[in-house]
């Protein structure tokens, strides 16, 4: 499907949808908290139960979801970078003890959301570290075997760049890891900046404080992360499952969507607040300079819950 033919399918389905202005820029496509393996969360058409040969049944929500996953590839096709900024699976569910998972084991749910992420088809991959809870168990890093299956780019942030070309866009040594806690990069001369986690509140009017927060908590840390005579272009966080955009004069900071309904733990301080945001992110990056940020939300009607009448009782 090339851009025009998925542009006009996308309107069709009630999508606003905004194509970058020179075929000099560079898209940047960014998900987070993806969460295969819990039964609320998007997973491929036939995801698999190694162990048993079994194939997950899909309900209507988990077609819904698949559907929207398509639907942002045909929105973003093969960007110049995709970014999965944490918690690509849901994990073991531990403390649940496997509960609202189709499959407790990690490798059958790293198997599906490689299917989900190789659909993207970018340039490369790249990864930060998500909540531990999601994604480790004692040393072993369910991410970084996930990014090395994608060949994703390395980084790591104690590279001596004035003696290594590069550093920051490949593995440095082989003891290195694939995904780091946060991501410092340049595209196009922008310099970027992704961590997974940030603070999350319920309530939608305080929502963009987070991100203020971020982008002037790292304008004092400039000479620190990044050098005192430059401005970071995007700052990009994960963690909240909903979409908030901030833009000062230098800096677009936004968190983005997840791609889970809420489950039982979100309820555990009420029901309002709590709907999710489901989609990504696509940043576009400009020769001149010029920064883009758009989003792609699903504008499906999730089935609504059922409203029980209950006035006449037998």
């Not at 194509?19 to 036939?46: M, P, Q």
């Not at 009420?270 to 990056?285: D, M, Y």
Request: hydrophobic letters at 35%.
């Amino acid at each position: 499907m090339n851009v025009k033919t998925a542009t006009a399918f996308l309107k069709q389905k009630g999508y606003e949808v905004r194509l970058g202005r020179s075929s000099a820029s560079k898209t940047l496509l960014v998900v987070s908290d993806i969460h295969v393996g819990n039964i609320y969360a998007v997973c491929s058409a036939e995801p698999t139960i190694a162990n048993t040969a079994q194939v997950y049944r899909l309900p209507r929500r988990n077609q819904l979801l698949l559907e929207h996953w398509m639907d942002c590839r045909d929105w973003c096709q093969n960007p110049h970078l995709m970014i999965i900024n944490g918690e690509p699976i849901d994990g073991p569910n531990r403390k649940e003890q496997g509960g609202d998972t189709w499959s407790s084991d990690p490798n059958d749910q790293i198997d599906d959301v490689e299917r989900l992420l190789r659909m993207h088809n970018p340039r490369r991959y790249v990864f930060t570290r998500g909540s531990n809870y999601h994604v480790k168990d004692g040393q072993m890093s369910y991410e970084e075997v996930l990014a090395r299956r994608l060949n994703a780019l390395g980084y790591n942030p104690d590279a001596d760049v004035q003696n290594v070309r590069h550093a920051s866009v490949k593995r440095m040594g082989a003891h290195s890891r694939y995904v780091e806690y946060y991501l410092w990069f340049k595209v196009l001369d922008q310099i970027c900046n992704f961590t997974h986690h940030t603070s999350y509140t319920s309530r939608h009017g305080q929502r963009a404080n987070a991100v203020s927060n971020e982008m002037s908590s790292l304008e004092f840390d400039r000479g620190w992360y990044y050098p005192a005579d430059r401005s970071i272009a995007i700052v990009g966080r994960g963690h909240v499952h909903y979409f908030t955009l901030v833009q000062s004069p230098s800096t677009t900071g936004f968190t983005t969507p997840g791609w889970k309904l809420p489950d039982g733990f979100l309820f555990k301080n009420g029901l309002g607040g709590t709907r999710p945001h489901i989609g990504a992110v696509k940043v576009i990056i400009e020769p001149n300079g010029r920064i883009e940020v758009d989003k792609l939300l699903s504008k499906t009607k999730f089935p609504k819950p059922y409203i029980a009448d209950w006035t006449e009782l037998n």
